[in-house]
Structure formats: C-alpha cells, structure tokens
C-alpha cells in the first residue's frame, strides 16, 4: 500500500473518531439500513425457497402438469394416463403421481381450515423430505397423513394419531415432519395420491395433478423433455427448474408481493446512501480547516480524497458488519417460523457490493467540498 | 552564500469585480540565502501575506517568477507545488492549525512520514524536537489540552520536522504574550540556522527585529531593504 493511502487510511480513521458518537450513531444508522435491505431480500429469497421447496426437493428431473398451471399450488387434473405414457418415453428412468388440491380441514374444536393436500407415491416425490415424529410410509395406510410441524397449532393436533376431518372423510395423524413451511398460509397436508383423490371429491381416480420423471443417469433432460413435449398433447413438460422458476414469477411477479419487497429493499439501501452522505458531508464540512492545513503542509488533493474515500468505506464496512450481524440473528431466529428469513451467497455478495457502492455515491459530496478547499484559507 | 529563495519580479493582481483588477504586489525582486532570518514587517494590506503565500508555493502570482534552489517553480503544476510544500516548506501559521483529531506527537509525525522521512530517524526527530520545544510531557496530549504557547510551540515543531530549507512563519507570536513569543521566535531562528534554512516571519511586532539579521519592510505591495 503506497505511503500516501496509508496516510490517508489513518487521518480519514482519526478524524471519523474524532466525534465518536456521530460515528457510532452513523455506524448503526447503516446497519440498520442495511440489515433492512438484506432483510427484505432475506424474506424474497425465504418465500420463493417456501414456494418451490417441494419442486426442488422432489428428485424429479421433469413435471408434467396442465397447460399453463402458474404455480405447484394451482395445478389442475391431468389424465393418468399421461404418467403412463411419461414412462415410455426413451430416456426415461422412473415416474410418479403426484396429487395437489386445496381442501378443507376441521379442527376438533369445530373451526375450519384451509389446506394444500398433497398426494405422493411410494417414492414419495414432492413429499416432506425431513420428519420429526412418527413416519412417512404412514401415509400408505388409508385415511392417514402428515403435517409439518410449524402447523400443529393451526390445525388443533395435539399428539400423534389423533383424527379429524376432512369433508367428512377422517384424517388421523401419521407422522409430523418438518421443514416444509406454506405460502399461502394454508399448511400443506401429506398422504397417498389414492387418499388424497379420496379426500378431493373433484378428482376422478383416473386423474392426477403433475406426472413426475427421473431421468436415466447420463442422458440429458432437455433431450427427454423434448421428446415428452412431443409425445403427449395439451400437457406442459417443464424441468424442475423450470417450474421452480415459474412458481416463483406467479408468486415474486404476478401477485406483487415480490415487487414490493424488493422496492423496501432498495429504500433501505437509498436510506443508507443518504444517512452516509450526510453524515460523511458533516464529518467533512466540519473538517474543511484541516483539510486546507493539509494542502497547506504539501498534502495532496488525492490524499485528501482518499480520506474521503476511507471513511465511506470505513462507515460502509462497520455498517454492513452490524447490519449482517443482525441478519444473521434475525435469520437464526426465523428458522422455527413460517416466515423465514433466508439468503443465498450470490444474493448477499450483491447487497454487500450494492451497500459498498452506495457508500461510496455518498462520499461523492464531501469530494466535491474536499475538491474546492483552498489551502490558502490557513492564512486567514 | 548561495540562493534559496529568489523573487523576480513577482506581481500579484486580484480581481475586484467589474472586470477590473487590483495589483497588490508591484514586482517583488528578492533573494533570501542560505541560513538567513527575514523579518517582513508592513501594515495590514500591505501586501504580506501575499508574497508569503507565494513564497509558499500556495498562490499563484501574475506574472514574474520563483526559483528555489536555483529550479524556477511551475505553478500550473499542482504536483510541483505540493511536493515543493511537502518537502521543502515548513509552514507556521498565526492560529496553530493543528489537526485537533491527533496527539502532538501523531501532529509532527504525520507530517514528517508525508515527507519521506524514515520511521527511525522521525522518531529521533520527534524526540529532539519535543524536548527542544519543551513538550515533552504534552506528547500523547490533544491540541485542546494544550495552552496558545504550547499549540505555537507544536506548530513550530510540524515545521521544522522534516528538516525544511524554507521556513515561512505568519504571525507566529500574534496570540501569544510577549514572554511566549520571544521563546517561539528565538526557537524557530536558532533552529533555522541549524539548519541553514531561509527563515521568514511576517510580524506587526517590531520589538522582535534585532532577533534578525534582515529587514524587509513592506509598504502598499512594494518591499523597501531596511537594515537595523
């Protein structure tokens, strides 16, 4: 590091010290900025994790569903046979049904309920991947099903085994898993597809909701959606990501809420950008004196620029420290709840550098102050 | 002895609005020597601070020209200025201007390391200069925990740190009383001299000329040599 920036880095520290509880009121006002945005991204990457968590979990390598169903939550009926005929196709190495249709659920105390019921078969694709008590291949015994824990409450389950109803068939508790959290506030409730076809007097027993398929090891799934594409009529063939992605638009896009989210999150980082900006212009403008002594005493206009530019940075670090300490808690304390507060490394990268990069806008006016000083003012 | 400092025929001219412009020094020629002390005197406007900026390297004048060292300085070059203030230059102002965020010790230091001076050899300085100033008990001390004479003293300090060939010094004993003042200008004299330096003080306070061994009065933008 060249002597000048060294010089810089300590005066620019120094004098940011220098009012240590403008500093540490700057200090938290970033963070907090900060932890608002990485928040509110934190929720976006939480619920499209919440509304493509079955997809992704599912070991399927293709769906296929009606045509234009937006979301894993809103399929319709598709003939049974198309499974049959998803399975003869080259390339192909496993399929499953797969049942989803929302019902209604009636708590022992009389209160109803709405539900996502979610029929799977023996290889239980789309099914909880995670149980906390009693087990999945439960839900192989008739009018049996498993629920999420995060949901007890909601339904009124109490224990293990318990009955309720469901449109006047009975449901008993077979096993609780875990993990598996809704987005539409409806928990989502496990059984067998022939049960859940039972429970769903809408469905013929010939229908399913998504045909799932695996694909033979080495052979590439967008050859064999291809050929599934073509083989079968008014059905869509999407990959796994390709209907995470989708589930995640009609919930992220088409509904607003994701917009939303992502509007706060800007805001926060606009808050962060003006809270520096002031700050760093006060520090600066109480500091323009020295700054004109400094040029006075042969530093240069870049060093003083540089000091400009270590504060931001130094202002902009210490801020995204707090704000991501405090993620990190709010996120730790999310992992029980139905809202979850999640981040991926490239989503966090980008709020850091986005955070850095506003910091850095912000010292543009100081610059321009720091820019004009003229030493001879020492001689005033 | 050979030239430090030489004006030639320097004129300064501000600009009074209107597209007029006042000229405020009328074609200064001087030449300031190796280890000699300047006392420039002259009333308020009359054109002091003006040359000592100049002297400086920290404003431009008009026409005419600045050698130091025998090397004509370039000041539409910013970098030249800087490095000839950076290196050459030991400034003291009328009011300190300390850097009040950092010790006396950090004050000196920050101005020697900005000069090239090498760690071991700053930290020798810092210590001489300390305890030639008498401060050395201030070292870890803050500008507001100092008296006026003690903030001179440190000021005299960051200018004399990095061993300057010129000192400029502007008023240096103008918030000091009289005791304080003759202390701060006998130390910058001595310290000049040691190190053959150019020293320039613009005072108001002729009691202090018989401490120089040259006079330069400055009258309405003009110098007149005068001997004591």
């Given at each position: ?88 196709i080259e390339g192909v190495e496993w399929t499953q049904p797969v049942f989803m249709g929302w019902n209604i659920w009636q ?272 001689f005033r | 002895m050979p030239a430090i400092l030489e004006c030639d025929d320097v004129r300064k001219a501000y600009s009074s ?159 000091l009383d009289w005791e304080n003042g003759t202390i701060v200008t006998d130390m910058l004299i001595n310290r000049a001299r ?35």
């Amino acid at each position: 590091m060249p002597q000048a920036f060294r010089e810089a880095a300590f005066l620019g520290k120094r004098m940011l010290l220098d009012k240590p509880g403008r500093f540490f009121a700057t200090v938290i006002g970033v963070g907090i900025a900060f932890f608002l945005a990485t928040a509110q991204f934190g929720l976006l990457v939480g619920w499209i994790n919440t509304n493509t968590a079955l997809i992704r979990h599912s070991g399927a390598d293709l769906w296929v569903m009606a045509v234009q169903a937006p979301a894993f939550d809103y399929g319709t009926a598709i003939p049974r046979q198309r499974l049959y005929q998803a399975r003869s196709i080259e390339g192909v190495e496993w399929t499953q049904p797969v049942f989803m249709g929302w019902n209604i659920w009636q708590r022992g105390d009389g209160r109803r309920v709405n539900i996502e019921l979610v029929g799977v078969d023996r290889m239980y694709a789309a099914g909880p991947w995670m149980m906390s008590s009693g087990s999945l291949e439960s839900i192989r015994r008739p009018n049996t099903v498993v629920v999420d824990q995060l949901y007890l409450k909601t339904l009124g389950i109490g224990r293990l085994g318990e009955s309720f109803e469901m449109i006047g068939e009975r449901a008993t508790i077979g096993g609780i898993c875990r993990g598996i959290r809704t987005f539409t506030a409806s928990p989502f409730v496990f059984t067998s597809v022939e049960q859940a076809i039972r429970y769903d007097k809408r469905y013929r027993d010939d229908e399913i909701t998504y045909a799932v398929a695996g694909c033979q090891p080495g052979v590439p799934v967008g050859v064999v959606q291809a050929r599934m594409q073509r083989a079968m009529a008014n059905v869509e063939v999407l990959t796994t990501q390709q209907f995470c992605v989708r589930s995640a638009k009609y919930w992220m896009l088409e509904t607003g809420v994701g917009i939303t989210v992502v509007i706060t999150a800007f805001l926060g980082l606009a808050v962060a950008t003006v809270i520096t900006s002031q700050t760093l212009f006060a520090i600066t403008h109480d500091h323009l004196p020295n700054y004109a002594t400094l040029l006075a005493l042969g530093f240069s206009r870049n060093t003083l620029l540089s000091i400009v530019l270590v504060q931001s940075v130094v202002l902009g670090a210490c801020g995204i420290a707090l704000g991501t300490l405090l993620f990190g808690s709010a996120a730790w304390a999310s992992v029980r709840t139905p809202i979850p507060l999640e981040t991926t490394p490239l989503v966090f990268a980008l709020l850091v550098i986005g955070s850095f990069a506003t910091s850095l806008l912000a010292s543009l006016m100081s610059a321009r102050a720091v820019f004009r000083v003229d030493p001879i003012t020492v001689f005033r | 002895m050979p030239a430090i400092l030489e004006c030639d025929d320097v004129r300064k001219a501000y600009s009074s609005g209107e597209g007029r412009s006042e000229e405020v020094l009328h074609g200064i020629t001087i030449t300031l020597s190796r280890g000699e002390c300047v006392i420039l005197l002259g009333p308020s406007g009359s054109g002091k601070t003006s040359l000592l900026s100049i002297l400086g390297c920290l404003l431009t004048p008009t026409s005419g020209e600045l050698r130091i060292d025998n090397e004509v300085v370039d000041f539409s070059s910013t970098t030249t200025l800087t490095e000839r203030r950076r290196s050459t230059i030991g400034f003291v102002f009328q009011h300190a201007h300390l850097l009040p965020f950092l010790t006396v010790e950090e004050n000196l230091a920050t101005v020697g390391r900005n000069a090239g001076v090498a760690p071991a050899e700053l930290a020798r300085r810092i210590t001489a200069l300390l305890e030639l100033l008498r401060l050395e008990s201030a070292a870890m001390k803050f500008p507001s925990q100092l008296s006026g004479g003690q903030r001179q003293r440190v000021a005299l300090g960051r200018a004399l740190v990095h061993d300057p060939s010129i000192i400029l010094a502007d008023e240096p004993t103008a918030s000091l009383d009289w005791e304080n003042g003759t202390i701060v200008t006998d130390m910058l004299i001595n310290r000049a001299r040691e190190l053959g330096a150019v020293l320039v003080v613009v005072t108001h306070d002729t009691r202090l000329i018989p401490r120089f061994n040259r006079v330069l009065q400055m009258e309405g933008g003009n110098v007149i040599e005068s001997s004591h």
